[in-house]
């Protein structure tokens, strides 16, 4: 066994100095994109936002503490209670369900809902004002579910410094599960203050590493992706199919121009080519208007429903293009040839040229690509395994690893050897 987190309750005045320190990495944070007078006016703004918040907690704590739900191991904390119904974390949900461990799930909720609520209770030592609400609505989550386990989605949270404190001083563990690469240029991505942080592989820490800004210490852990099964251990396609699957970007990235003439450009490829069929595997969060009125025009355009599987759609794709999405590693994982396409202006954060080739910019380009991949698919097969390689371990093994780590801590707060992991400082 490996050393794992040592739990010590937090000393006297823990809340207020964590408070403080978040004070200065929230100014550090807007000074790495805003000159001063723009990072004071936001400082300020925030600070006042949350001073609102905090008096509105204050006025409104209970007076009693309210009565706790049953223990469970573990608390799942969404980022939002719409992200609940997607069920993107169903199979490790499932898999610790099954294991005989009783899981929990609830969401974050705005200011407003936790006030309305009175989802408050006094936090044991003195925090100032301005995040009193972030820490009374911590301290509540933790009193009121008793996790074993806290695993947290959301990235960049001001209320994760506050569920370590609350967690800690009972002597548990806040876990953060990445839900994707920690790859891109998100500030949220600046904060680390948890106990645990399971990583999809080399790249996601090598990456949050040289990130200039950290706030709070973590033991970062290769435990790779939790959303991958041996569902995406498929045989190589046959390279005379000629199916295309493509890869859908987020929601907010589909509003960008860059984007939209990617989506552009392959929409008018495929109703050049009707030889093709062209599957959609757009964002779960996406309403797909795009890509409904192509599939609408384009007889061999079909858009795949919301909650189907991606494993099922590789296997009926004998090529995958991907943009900017992270369903690029399952498609790699899956044998599946990779074709990058992208003419926006964002940088390849996947370094998908490196292991692929150029990007492709034009309908000639992408006939000529799929043409020599058709010629020699063997080849084209193989280069996605460095890809896997380099971004992610464990490989489709990536959701019993992570429910297997996850019952290690709950058991005795230590990793089994063999699993990668380093103490990552913060720099704030």
């Given at each position: 066994?490996?050393?794992?987190?040592?739990?010590?309750?937090?000393?006297?005045?823990?809340?207020l100095?964590?408070?403080?320190?978040?004070?200065?990495?929230?100014?550090?944070?807007?000074?790495e994109?805003?000159?001063?007078?723009?990072?004071?006016?936001?400082?300020?703004?925030?600070?006042?936002?949350?001073?609102?918040?905090?008096?509105?907690?204050?006025?409104?704590?209970?007076?009693?503490?309210?009565?706790?739900?049953?223990?469970?191991?573990?608390?799942?904390?969404?980022s939002?209670?719409?992200?609940?119904?997607?069920?993107?974390?169903?199979?490790?949900?499932?898999a610790?369900?099954?294991?005989?461990?009783?899981?929990?799930?609830?969401?974050?909720?705005d200011?407003?809902?936790?006030?309305?609520?009175?989802?408050?209770?006094?936090?044991?030592?003195?925090?100032?004002?301005?995040?009193?609400?972030?820490?009374?609505?911590?301290?509540?989550?933790?009193?009121?579910?008793?996790?074993?386990?806290?695993?947290?989605?959301?990235?960049?949270?001001?209320?994760?410094?506050?569920?370590?404190?609350?967690?800690?001083?009972?002597?548990?563990?806040?876990?953060?599960?990445?839900h994707a690469?920690?790859?891109?240029?998100?500030?949220?991505?600046?904060?680390?203050?948890?106990?645990?942080?399971?990583?999809?592989?080399?790249?996601?820490?090598?990456?949050?590493?040289?990130?200039?800004?950290?706030?709070?210490?973590?033991?970062?852990?290769?435990?790779?992706?939790?959303?991958?099964?041996?569902a995406?251990d498929?045989?190589?396609?046959?390279g005379a199919?000629?199916?295309?699957?493509?890869?859908?970007?987020?929601?907010?990235?589909?509003?960008?121009?860059?984007?939209?003439?990617?989506?552009?450009?392959?929409?008018?490829?495929?109703a050049?080519h009707?030889?093709?069929?062209?599957?959609?595997?757009?964002?779960?969060?996406s309403?797909?208007?795009?890509?409904?009125?192509?599939?609408?025009?384009h007889a061999?355009?079909?858009?795949?429903?919301?909650g189907?599987?991606?494993?099922?759609?590789?296997?009926?794709?004998?090529?995958?293009?991907?943009?900017?999405?992270?369903?690029?590693i399952?498609?790699?994982?899956?044998?599946?040839?990779?074709?990058?396409?992208?003419?926006?202006?964002?940088?390849?954060?996947?370094?998908?040229e490196?292991?692929?080739?150029?990007?492709?910019?034009?309908?000639?380009?992408?006939?000529?690509?799929?043409?020599?991949?058709?010629?020699?698919?063997?080849?084209?097969?193989?280069?996605?395994?460095?890809?896997?390689?380099?971004?992610?371990?464990?490989?489709?093994?990536?959701?019993?690893?992570?429910?297997?780590?996850?019952?290690?801590?709950?058991?005795?707060?230590?990793?089994?050897?063999?699993?990668?992991?380093?103490?990552?400082?913060?720099?704030?």
């Amino acid at each position: 066994m490996s050393e794992g987190v040592r739990i010590v309750p937090p000393p006297e005045g823990a809340w207020l100095h964590k408070a403080r320190r978040l004070d200065r990495y929230r100014w550090r944070l807007l000074r790495e994109r805003h000159a001063w007078p723009g990072a004071a006016l936001r400082f300020c703004r925030d600070a006042l936002l949350d001073l609102i918040f905090g008096i509105r907690a204050h006025l409104y704590l209970p007076k009693a503490r309210p009565p706790g739900g049953e223990s469970c191991a573990f608390l799942l904390l969404h980022s939002g209670p719409k992200m609940i119904p997607l069920q993107r974390k169903k199979q490790l949900i499932e898999a610790l369900h099954g294991a005989g461990h009783r899981l929990v799930e609830t969401a974050l909720v705005d200011s407003r809902a936790v006030i309305a609520g009175r989802l408050l209770a006094r936090p044991p030592q003195p925090v100032p004002l301005r995040y009193f609400g972030y820490a009374a609505y911590a301290e509540w989550l933790v009193a009121q579910h008793d996790p074993q386990v806290l695993l947290n989605d959301r990235n960049g949270s001001l209320y994760s410094p506050f569920l370590r404190l609350s967690l800690a001083r009972r002597r548990r563990l806040l876990v953060q599960l990445a839900h994707a690469t920690t790859l891109e240029d998100s500030r949220r991505l600046s904060m680390t203050d948890y106990d645990y942080y399971f990583l999809f592989g080399r790249s996601s820490l090598d990456a949050l590493r040289a990130r200039r800004l950290r706030f709070g210490d973590t033991q970062a852990v290769l435990s790779g992706s939790h959303l991958i099964d041996r569902a995406y251990d498929l045989p190589p396609a046959d390279g005379a199919v000629r199916t295309l699957l493509i890869l859908g970007v987020g929601p907010d990235r589909e509003k960008e121009a860059g984007y939209l003439h990617t989506y552009a450009l392959l929409r008018d490829w495929a109703a050049s080519h009707p030889e093709y069929r062209v599957l959609v595997k757009t964002h779960p969060r996406s309403r797909m208007p795009f890509w409904r009125e192509a599939a609408g025009r384009h007889a061999n355009i079909e858009v795949l429903p919301a909650g189907s599987s991606l494993a099922e759609a590789l296997g009926r794709a004998s090529v995958a293009v991907n943009i900017m999405s992270n369903a690029v590693i399952e498609a790699a994982l899956a044998q599946r040839p990779i074709v990058y396409c992208n003419l926006g202006s964002e940088q390849d954060i996947f370094s998908q040229e490196r292991f692929f080739g150029a990007g492709v910019t034009s309908q000639e380009g992408l006939r000529q690509r799929l043409l020599d991949i058709e010629q020699d698919y063997a080849r084209y097969v193989e280069r996605p395994r460095a890809f896997i390689q380099h971004h992610l371990v464990h490989g489709v093994e990536g959701l019993a690893t992570t429910r297997r780590l996850l019952e290690a801590l709950l058991a005795d707060a230590q990793l089994p050897e063999g699993v990668e992991q380093c103490r990552l400082p913060g720099t704030h």
